[in-house]
């Protein structure tokens, strides 16, 4: 087996590179907040086939996005500094 490390510069490019395959495993650090909202579309009768998730570049740009009506709801991950 061989490893290579490929860092990202944002959550947005790792995404990238994992839903096109260009690498096999991702350590997507925030996933849990991902799953969270999920989980309470899901107890409301919300299947996953059901929702379009857009990965935003930056926190300006979802909440424009958000405030134009281009989504319903935002998820925003922390920063650690």
């Known amino acids: 087996m ?3 490390f490929v860092n990202t510069p944002t959550f947005a490019e790792m995404v990238t590179f994992f839903g096109a ?4 495993v991702s350590v997507l ?3 849990s907040f ?6 309470w579309l899901k107890k409301n009768g919300m299947a996953f ?9 930056n926190t300006p740009e979802a909440v ?3 405030k134009a009506g281009a989504l319903d709801f935002i998820c925003l ?5």
């Open 29 to 31: 650090t925030y996933t």
């Open 34 to 39: 991902i799953v969270l909202p999920y989980d």
């Open 64 to 66: 424009e996005a958000f």
């Open 77 to 81: 991950t922390p920063r650690a500094f």
């Open 49 to 57: 086939n059901e929702i379009t998730v857009r990965y935003m570049g």
């Open 2 to 4: 061989t490893l290579e």
């Open 21 to 24: 395959g260009m690498v096999d």
